[in-house]
C-alpha cells in the first residue's frame, strides 16, 4: 500500500554500497524503518543522500507491507528546506538533541500526529528564531514531548508546592532526597515552561543557563525513571557546550 506522508528523519543508517535504512517519524504512521535504495550512488549526478540527515523535514511516497519491520520510501523531496540550522551551531545543537529525544522516546509504530505537528511546527521555529532566542528551545521541546506522550507531572508549583521532587512524581511540599537536585526557582521556571503554547511565548523567560541544565536533568531523570526505555541523550553534551 502506498500512502503520502510527511516525516522528520531521526537516524540513518548506511546499508549496502548505496542504500540506507532510515528512521523517520511520519505524520500518518508513527516511528517507522525504511529502506532508501541507490541513494549513495555517485552516478546519480547529486547527493540525494543529503536528503536524509537527521532533522530533515521531508514529503513522501512510502510502501508500507503489513507484517513486516521494513518498509520502502518510493518517492521524496525536502518539505522545509533550513535557512539557518546548519550554518548555526547553536541552532544545530538544538535540533540534534530534540531529534535524540525523539528517537528515544517514541515507541515503534504508535501513531502521534499531535506531536508530530509540534516537533514539525519546532524545527522551522527553530530555524527561524533569532539565535539570541533560542536558549529556552531544548528544555520547552522536551517537556512537550513528554506531555503529549502521557508523562506529565503532577501537581503545579505553589506557596505549598515549591519543589520539585522525582518521587511524588512532580511538585512537591518537600525537597527531594536524591539528585538531581533543583531549586524553587528552577521549579518556578519549569512551571512557566508547562503552561508556554509554544516557542513564542518562551522567548522573554529570563533564565541562566544553569538553571536550565538543572531542570533538562531533571526532567530526562523523570523520564528515564517513568518510562524504563528513555536511556542517556548523547547529544546532551554538545548541547551544554554551545548553549549559554
Known amino acids: 500500500m502506498l500512502i503520502k506522508t510527511q516525516g522528520i528523519v531521526l537516524r540513518p543508517v548506511r546499508y549496502g554500497d548505496t542504500n540506507l535504512v532510515v528512521t523517520v517519524f511520519t505524520n500518518e504512521m508513527g516511528l517507522k524503518a525504511f529502506m532508501v535504495k541507490g541513494v549513495r550512488s555517485s552516478s546519480s549526478g547529486k547527493n540525494k543522500a543529503a536528503y536524509f540527515q537527521p532533522g530533515t523535514i521531508l514529503d513522501m511516497v512510502v510502501a508500507e ?14 518539505s522545509y528546506i533550513y535557512s539557518n540550522i546548519h550554518q548555526d551551531v547553536m541552532r544545530n545543537s538544538i535540533m ?53 506522550l502521557g508523562y506529565e507531572l ?21 525537597p527531594p532526597s536524591s539528585a538531581p537536585y533543583t531549586t524553587t526557582e528552577d521549579a518556578r521556571l519549569m512551571s512557566e515552561m508547562l503552561m508556554a ?48
Open 96 to 148: 540534534l538533541f530534540s531529534v535524540e529525544v525523539l528517537l528515544r522516546l517514541l515507541p515503534e509504530n504508535a501513531h502521534f500526529p499531535a506531536l508530530f505537528s509540534v516537533s514539525r511546527t519546532f524545527l522551522t521555529s527553530l530555524d527561524n528564531a533569532p539565535a539570541s532566542n533560542v536558549a529556552n528551545f531544548p528544555l520547552w521541546f522536551l517537556l512537550q514531548c513528554g506531555r503529549l
Open 197 to 244: 503554547a509554544d516557542t513564542a511565548d518562551i522567548a522573554s523567560f529570563t533564565a541562566g543557563s544553569e538553571s536550565r541544565y538543572r531542570l533538562i536533568d531533571w526532567y530526562i531523570a523523570f523520564l528515564q525513571q517513568y518510562t524504563g526505555h528513555f536511556g542517556n541523550i548523547r547529544s546532551l553534551v554538545i548541547l551544554r557546550s554551545v548553549l549559554h
Open 154 to 174: 503532577n501537581g503545579r508549583f505553589a506557596e505549598d508546592t515549591p519543589y520539585l521532587n522525582r518521587e511524588d512524581g512532580g511538585f512537591s511540599s518537600h
Open 65 to 78: 507491507t503489513a507484517g513486516r519491520s521494513m518498509h520502502y520510501i518510493r518517492e521524496f523531496s525536502a
